[in-house]
Nanobody, 126 residues
């Protein structure tokens, strides 16, 4: 079992920035991890992921604006979000797939990640 706790959400105006943080109770650089978001009543959407080798993957509509990073020493993963748009408004969730072997090619499919945090709300006003 892994517990994940997100923080850093909030309300900003269009064009602003936020940095989301996620702390893991158990962490390994082998894991695939990432950030998903969901608007009530809609399907969850993969935003950014990182595999054990540090290779990242982004949804098309956030490329160039969002950056995922990790800090192994502090058992944390981050999502830097710049140039925010109203359509980025959603609940953002930190996710992880724990693996015995090295996890490669982190997908943007929510079904690949068994562990989710409680979510942090991001609201972008125009």
């Amino acid at each position: 079992q892994v517990q994940l706790v997100e923080s850093g959400g909030g309300s900003v105006q269009s064009g602003g920035s936020l940095r989301l943080s996620c702390a893991f109770s158990k962490y390994s650089s082998k894991y695939c991890m990432g950030w998903f978001r969901q608007v009530t009543g809609q399907e969850g959407e993969g935003v950014a992921t990182m595999d054990g080798a540090g290779t990242t993957r982004y949804a098309e509509d956030v490329k160039g604006r969002f950056t995922i990073s990790r800090d192994i020493a502090s058992n944390s993963v981050y999502l830097q979000m710049n140039s925010l748009k109203p359509e980025d408004t959603a609940m953002y969730y930190c996710v992880v797939k724990t693996t015995a072997l090295f996890c490669l090619a982190a997908s943007l499919d929510q079904h690949d990640y068994p562990y989710w945090g409680q979510g942090t709300q991001v609201t972008v006003s125009s």
